[in-house]
């Protein structure tokens, strides 16, 4: 069973398995998956940040999400659920926006003693209705087991974002927090600090100082690890030509581009798709 192999037909999926097949690749996923370690370790890498999968740690990655696996023990093993965006959004209507940010800053825990036990028991439930494809309620049961683990997973954090200003929070981690949060979702079209920082409608120097106060580095920095993290995806798991892929990132031109890549990666765009 290939994990997140979604057809229209069949908008979810749930099974046992290991990242083997997609070890060091990058992929950006179109679905909304959720993922529970059951045994050995994996090093993942998700939108530039680290993770350590071991036993007992519950992963939710949202659709967009851009992950890494960069090692995976031999013997490791996960339980997944897999939903298309469709049914994702269906199932989770009843969730405030805070929730889907909280999810996106922290996509990885580790479940306390006793908790794995009922993480255990859903998962197992939903991959024997997953296999039982003459039950005619099928897709709506799965809907309501999948609901009620967002929600349970809701009302076990929903403190946290709830609080309009959590104590040691400032100004500043706030506004790398929502620049963050802006550069996921326009590093496809924008590179320049200056739009980021009409967004927040603060200057760009102020934007810049910010940054640099609260992360050591340059907000331009960040920008363009996002955007070649994008290209690199795009190199290796689509076969889209490099001027499609040019394109789409809203490049001037393929000559551009290529400079820009290599100036981040030191090696051609060509090159980087052929590299083992």
Not at 137 to 143: S, V, W, Y
Not at 167 to 189: M, Y
């Amino acid at each position: 069973m290939e994990i997140w192999h979604i057809t229209e037909n069949d908008p979810f999926i749930a099974g046992t398995g290991d990242f083997k097949a997609i070890e060091n690749r990058f992929i950006k996923l179109n679905n909304a998956s959720i993922f529970f370690c059951r045994q050995g370790h994996a090093h993942i890498q998700i939108d530039l940040l680290e993770y350590d999968l071991i036993p007992n740690a519950q992963l939710v990655l949202l659709p967009g999400s851009i992950i890494h696996i960069t090692e995976v023990s031999d013997d490791f093993k996960i339980s997944f659920i897999v939903c298309s965006p469709t049914l994702f959004q269906e199932i989770s209507n009843r969730l405030e926006p805070p929730f889907f940010r909280f999810l996106k800053e922290a996509p990885c825990v580790v479940l306390p003693a006793g908790r794995e036990r009922s993480v255990d028991r859903l998962a197992e439930t939903i991959e024997e209705l997953y296999n039982d494809r003459e039950n005619c309620f099928r897709l709506q049961i799965a809907k309501n087991y999948i609901q009620s683990f967002l929600l349970e997973i809701y009302d076990k954090t929903h403190r946290l974002f709830m609080q309009k200003r959590p104590e040691g929070v400032s100004r500043q981690e706030e506004l790398f927090k929502r620049f963050i949060q802006l550069v996921h979702k326009h590093c496809t079209s924008q590179r320049e600090v200056s739009f980021y920082a009409n967004e927040l409608f603060i200057t760009a120097r102020y934007l810049s100082t910010v940054i640099q106060n609260v992360s050591g580095l340059t907000a331009k920095s960040i920008i363009d690890k996002h955007v070649v993290l994008e290209i690199k995806t795009l190199l290796k798991s689509t076969d889209l030509s490099i001027q499609e892929i040019s394109n789409q990132l809203c490049f001037p031109d393929q000559s551009f581009f290529g400079r820009y890549f290599k100036k981040h990666t030191g090696v051609s765009p060509l090159k980087y798709r052929n590299m083992p």
